[in-house]
């Protein structure tokens, strides 16, 4: 009587896979939260009549980026309980937060016009880099995956 591996493996395979709704349930919360604080920052925008000024616009655009974030991660999570492919998921991911980051680029954030040289050109890279990643992601034919 030996000791089977598959069934041994099996009780932290199904711990995994309520961990990963656990988070996948985490995540559908805090974009709930998130929205409800995208409204109340709109809101308190109009109010204040700074609904024009570009850096509060930004602000405005930086949350609604980080709630297609979590929409995405929480695409990833569910696709990997279901036992779908995730990688194009990620990657679409990765692109939001590097758009996000696009965005938000301020050359004061820098403490020289070389450091901000250095930090768009590694932004370029990654746009790049992930563009060419998602284009050959469409190309491949995944069995099972879901189209948008």
């Known amino acids: 009587m030996g000791l089977d591996l598959d069934?041994?493996?099996?009780?932290?395979?199904?711990?995994?896979?309520w961990l990963v709704l656990g988070a996948a349930y985490f995540l559908l919360i805090l974009f709930l939260i998130g929205v409800f604080d995208l409204f109340v920052s709109l809101y308190r925008l109009l109010v204040a009549g700074t609904f024009t000024d570009?850096?509060?616009?930004?602000?405005?655009?930086?949350?609604?980026?980080?709630l297609l974030i979590i929409v995405e991660v929480h695409r990833t999570l569910v696709a990997y309980a279901r036992g779908q492919p995730v990688l194009r998921i990620v990657v679409s991911a990765a692109i939001i937060a590097i758009s996000r980051r696009v965005?938000?680029?301020?050359?004061?954030?820098?403490?020289?016009?070389?450091?901000?040289?250095?930090?768009?050109?590694?932004?370029?890279?990654?746009?790049?880099?992930?563009?060419?990643?998602?284009?050959?992601?469409?190309?491949?034919?995944?069995?099972?995956?879901?189209?948008l």
């Open 7 to 17: 069934d041994a493996a099996d009780p932290a395979a199904r711990a995994m896979e």
């Open 54 to 66: 570009p850096a509060e616009v930004v602000a405005l655009l930086d949350s609604v980026l980080l």
């Open 103 to 147: 965005i938000s680029f301020r050359l004061e954030d820098y403490g020289s016009g070389q450091e901000a040289l250095l930090a768009a050109a590694a932004i370029a890279v990654l746009v790049l880099a992930l563009s060419v990643g998602y284009s050959l992601l469409d190309r491949v034919s995944v069995p099972g995956r879901i189209e």
